[in-house]
């Protein structure tokens, strides 16, 4: 559910801006340095995860020079709830598509893992030729479960409620182009 605008508004003035629009912009110059890197001559399928990896796909293949295809899949595990239960997709690409590919799964944030765990395993099932995750953003902290992990991370976090890049505030602020933290009470 959404917050009120007035209340939205309210976080991000009171907000404490972990990284500017600058860092965020080094953080993908780099990421699509180390893309271009290993995918450059692979024709890799990039997967945007919806709705929080927008950004971050719009922002690392406009800075890729080399042929790629790009592609979404958007999966939940909360339903609207507070507590994850088993994926269910809303949108899951064919699996012609992924099979024998390069894939790069594209995603705002690693937080504790749980749907890109169940995102990967599903994937894997489709045999693509490899399989890896970039991130924006790493949360660190010890509540990451077994396997979840990303193979391109762009920057880190302290363990707080963050927004921007993609990230929202109850469905808002997910424009800006710095990363945020929610006030600590």
């Known amino acids: 559910m959404s917050a009120d605008p007035m209340h ?54 406009r800075r890729l020079a080399f042929p790629l295809e790009i592609d979404y899949l958007h ?26 590919r390069h894939v790069v799964v594209v995603d705002d944030i690693l937080d504790e893992g749980h749907t890109l765990v169940a995102i990967r395993a599903a994937l894997q099932a489709f045999a693509p030729a490899s399989l890896a995750v970039v991130v924006l953003v790493e949360k660190l902290h010890a509540r990451r479960v077994a396997d979840a992990h990303a193979e391109f991370i762009g920057l880190q976090v302290e363990d707080r409620y963050v927004f921007g890049c993609g990230m929202d505030y109850q469905e808002y602020w997910r424009q800006l182009p710095a990363i945020y933290a929610v006030k600590d009470a």
Do not use: F, K
């Open 8 to 61: 939205a508004q309210q976080v991000l003035t009171q907000a404490d801006c972990l990284h500017d629009a600058a860092a965020v912009q080094q953080a993908y110059d780099r990421l699509a340095g180390e893309l271009d890197a290993r995918y450059a001559s692979a024709n890799p399928l990039l997967l945007c995860v919806m709705n929080g990896g927008l950004h971050a796909t719009a922002e690392l293949s």
């Open 75 to 100: 999966a939940t595990r909360y339903r609207g709830a507070t507590r994850g239960g088993g994926l269910e997709w809303y949108r899951q690409p064919a699996a012609q598509r992924i099979e024998n």
